[in-house]
């Protein structure tokens, strides 16, 4: 996994500094500035999300993760040493264990 993530970092650095060398002239401007309230809502939100996350078990935790980063069952399965017919078990536990630690409200999120 680590080094996935660091080949992913490593290709993320190419395309950009490709993308520089193929005009430099060209002005790359980010993102317009955000509003501070939806800024801190955004803030609010990812502790809230993190919270949660961190009373999962290690194990669970990483097939969530891994599952919204698009890996497959296998390499899920893989990742945390089980078989893939138990993967989607596993995912649902998580995420039914995970739901129990967000707020009720929608609007809360």
Do not use: C, Y
Not at 55 to 70: P, S, W
Not at 73 to 96: C, K, N, P, Q
């Amino acid at each position: 996994m680590a080094t996935n993530l660091v080949r992913g970092w490593a290709n993320r650095g190419k395309r950009r500094q490709t993308l520089l060398e193929a005009s430099p002239d060209r002005a790359f401007t980010g993102d317009a500035p955000r509003d501070p309230d939806a800024d801190l809502h955004t803030r609010e939100l990812r502790r809230t999300v993190r919270a949660a996350l961190d009373t999962l078990a290690d194990k669970e935790r990483t097939i969530l993760l891994m599952r919204e980063e698009g890996f497959t069952h296998r390499e899920i399965a893989d990742a945390v040493g089980t078989t893939t017919g138990s993967v989607g078990t596993m995912i649902a536990r998580a995420l039914d264990k995970l739901a129990a630690q967000l707020p009720l409200d929608a609007e809360d999120l």
